[in-house]
């Protein structure tokens, strides 16, 4: 798979595995995130098996996203597929009960980190002449649950940016398309609750969640369809989980 990709949110959870099974497949990787150890890390690891090259920069901030996008290296600036990975949940309250710093992080997140990076990388994608386009979005971008109001509100809007998304660069021939997780035992809940290990470790107990390698291998059989396939919405769950609020455990 002769490939140039761009990962967002490289560092751990979904991100990490992709970076993981994309070298293997001999792409070509650039990897972003906020923690410049961990890409490293990740470099010096992936580097005997492909090229590597890491951006480190908040997908938050507008600035840092659009330099990180004019410092890649010429023989970087034709970009296959952009996966728009970055993005978090915080807190789970009822609304009124809610903290407004974890809703603006989510949204700055999720969404529009999302805009920010698919702006500035888009010439980029229009270049390699056969751009790709997937975002990690999640059974939230459809469904809601009690306590997950401001989270879900960011997925639905993935969802509808990457469905408007679709129509707007159709022109183009540039594909784009959503992986949609259910739960998967990632970092995810840990940074939900803040920490709380025994908090998140409660989420996964009783069934078996996805896994990182499993979204990762969902993005790979996205990627691999031929030209004239685009897989638009790939909805993932454990077979556990029925949807986003069904779940059935064991003892």
């Not at 969640?209 to 369809?225: E, K």
Request: glycine share 8%.
């Amino acid at each position: 798979m002769e490939k140039t990709l761009l990962i967002t949110g490289a560092t751990a959870g979904f991100g990490e595995a992709m970076a993981l099974l994309f070298a293997d497949k001999g792409c070509t990787l650039i990897l972003t995130g906020r923690r410049q150890e961990r890409l490293d890390e990740l470099k010096e690891h992936l580097s005997a098996k492909t090229e590597v090259h890491t951006l480190c920069f908040d997908v938050r901030n507008r600035a840092e996203t659009e330099a990180a996008a004019a410092s890649l290296p010429e023989n970087l600036q034709s970009i296959d597929v952009l996966i728009n990975n970055a993005g978090l949940a915080l807190g789970k309250s009822t609304l009124p009960n809610g903290d407004p710093d974890d809703w603006d992080a989510m949204i700055d997140t999720n969404v529009k980190g999302l805009l920010y990076v698919t702006r500035a990388f888009l010439s980029f994608l229009r270049r390699s002449g056969q751009g790709h386009i997937i975002n990690v979005g999640s059974i939230a971008g459809t469904e809601v649950y009690p306590g997950g109001n401001v989270y879900c509100a960011s997925k639905h809007a993935v969802n509808a940016l990457s469905k408007a998304l679709r129509q707007e660069l159709l022109p183009e021939g540039i594909r784009v398309g959503q992986i949609r997780p259910g739960l998967a035992d990632t970092e995810f809940s840990l940074v939900r609750y803040k920490g709380d290990a025994a908090k998140a470790e409660q989420v996964y107990r009783g069934f078996e969640a996805l896994t990182a390698a499993d979204v990762a291998d969902a993005a790979h059989y996205m990627i691999s369809a031929p030209p004239h396939v685009c897989i638009n919405d790939l909805e993932i769950t454990p077979t556990a989980q029925a949807n986003a609020f069904m779940l059935e455990k064991g003892d």
